[in-house]
């Protein structure tokens, strides 16, 4: 497995290279046939690969260095929870103003909440409004259903 989180980036450059060296010098059409077999034999997708050897050609090992990234933001679950639940009892407040309520009474700190990682974080939950009003929706539907279905 290529497994970027527990190497140094020199590492990764180097194990890289390893998988690139033997198709640097082929003519396209093996190369096309060896990233293929790579690719299957591994987790690296063959858009990865050509990614690599693009990166390559145009700045050496250099190119091959992994991106250092900001990180992957991630809200905590109970945060995305009270934002919900604070978003049911004050449907008439934007996600801006709900955030900066929350901030200012302290219930999460300045600053931590990106509006759209919050967004993305709602949409993962089920919890937007649009999700939350389209569930209501089919349990009402389905208790009209049930209720004129009995009688």
Known sequence: ?????????????????????????LDPRTRARYIRGISAASNLSEETLRRWLRAYKEAGLEGLRPRKHRGVHVIPKEIVMLVARRRREQPELSLKKLVASLEEEGEIPKGMVKLSTLQNALERYGLTLSQQRARRERQQELGIIKRSGGD
Request: proline share 4%.
């Open 1 to 25: 497995m290529y497994d970027v989180e527990s190497r140094t980036l020199e590492e990764i450059t180097q194990e890289r290279i390893a998988i690139l060296g033997p198709f640097l010098d």
